[in-house]
């Protein structure tokens, strides 16, 4: 069973008068995971495509989504899944691909319909518009490429694993990876940044389910927090800033599309900007 859902692009002035209820509405996306569906949430955030598949004992197929104007999802797409949960499979264009707990595949325009099967895996679906077939792959940690940033002094000792980027692998837009705390490290992305050339998505997980992550948003001089639980996302504008602190260590996925795939081309804030 296909759910989607709309999100409209937000300007940031009319973001910061929200109050609570309508920050979440537009920018957390609470229920991807649903056991027996796929939840695809359509942002114009650059297009991009954010989505849970949770199979139960039968399979689930994404073959098409009326969003998208194509006949197939694929057809001017291209995709990413990430399985955050137990082993699981995904068919494409007739080959299977095992995917174990972390393990990414990168789906290319044209590949057709993706099966979703195995129960107990939980997959993260990440899509946006593509420009040329390029071949499927999937992508295991021990592939990505590691940088190590912070500091356990300042509490954002962190590793970054880098999966879809341009010194793994090719995409068109997609640029995706995870980031891990390191044990007593709570915040992500701090100093903060903005990019806006680029838009971005953050799947937060591995986070206990009494536990929560402050998410900061807004452009910089003016923050908003959203308090997200284990298995939620969220959507960045280019205008704001996406960094975190959590209440314990936990992993997320970030993911982006846009005019660069240029993973430094950032602008940091300065402590004394933020608002
Ligand atoms: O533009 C890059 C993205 O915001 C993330 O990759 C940042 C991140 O994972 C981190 O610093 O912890
Ligand atoms: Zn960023």
Redesign the pocket.
Known sequence: MLKTEIRQAIDPRHAKTLDTAALRKEFLMEDLFIEGRINLVYSHLDRMIVGGAVPDANALELKAAKETGTPGFLDRREAVIVNVGDEGTISVGGTDHALGNRDMLYVGMGAGALIFSGKGARFYILSAPAHRALPTRLVRIADAKRLD??DRATS?E?S?FQFVHPDVMESCQLVV?M?KLAGGSVW??MPA?V?DR?S?AYLYFDLPEDQRVFHFMGEPSETRHLVVKNEQAIL?PGWSV??GAGTASYT?I?A?AGDNMD?RD?DMVKMEDLQ
């Open positions: 940033l912070g954002n962190r970054i990876g980031t992500n992305t940044h990019h680029r971005e960045s996406h960094c997320f970030w982006m993973y950032v």
